[in-house]
Structures are given as C-alpha cells and as structure tokens.
C-alpha cells in the first residue's frame, strides 16, 4: 500500500505559477499511474491531469490545457504538477492519486484511483 503526500500549495496571483509535488512512500510507486484532481468551493471533485506509469502518456483536462504539466520521477518516488498562468478559478484543494497496475493509460475517473493524498490548498486571487 502507498502512502501519498501532497505538498506545494499556497495563495497566488493570477498569472503566476506553482507547483506541486506527490511524494509517495511505500508500495511501488513505478508501477502506478498517477493523476492530480482537484475540488473548489462548492464543487464536486474534478479531473485535472493524469501520467501513465512510465511517464510516456498524459492526458489533461481542458481547463488546464496549455497551461498545466504533470510530470513525475520514479527515482525520488515523486509526482508533479506545474501550473502556468493560474486563474482565480483554479482554485481548489488538489489531491495526487495513484493507480496501480502498470497501467500505460492513467484513468481520467477518479473512482479507478485507490490511493488518495491529504490534498493541498491552491488559491488564485484576480
């Protein structure tokens, strides 16, 4: 079983940038898709990005399309999210997820993720 640790949120203004990091501990997190989703205020859960395995594919919602990267480095066990140009409507709590299974597509359906982080709290002020 992996433990997941989100960590790199905090309060922005439109236009800059963060990034968050998806620190797992335990399991074996080479062989797990990984996938950032995120929940605003008043919203239910939504999809943000997702990374196979292997980092060879990804796949991103619309709304950050273009500006954010999901990235990872399974030497340091570690998922990223690089935001660009943010917007007041990111903000949300984003939470890492991780799928096992050696999946070469990571699912955009957060019910297909066992593994869930804390998530971290982003806000964007216009």
């Known amino acids: 079983q992996v433990q997941l640790v989100e960590s790199g949120g905090g309060s922005v203004q439109a236009g800059d940038s963060l990034r968050l990091s998806c620190g797992a501990a335990?399991?074996?997190?080479?062989?797990?898709?990984m996938g950032w989703f995120r929940q605003g205020p008043g919203k239910e859960r939504e999809f943000v990005a997702a990374?196979?395995?292997?980092?060879?594919?990804?796949s991103y919602a619309d709304s950050v399309k273009g500006r954010f990267t999901i990235t990872r480095d399974n030497a340091k066990n570690t998922g990223y999210l690089q935001m660009n140009s943010q917007k007041p409507k990111d903000t949300a709590v984003y939470y890492c997820?991780?799928?096992?299974?050696?999946?070469?597509?990571?699912?955009?359906?957060?019910?297909?993720?066992?593994?869930w982080g804390q998530g971290t709290q982003v806000t964007v002020s216009s």
């Open positions: 997820a991780a799928q096992p299974g050696w999946r070469a597509f990571a699912s955009m359906n957060a019910a297909e993720y066992d593994y």
């Open positions: 990374i196979s395995w292997s980092g060879a594919r990804t």
């Open positions: 335990g399991g074996t997190f080479k062989s797990y898709a």
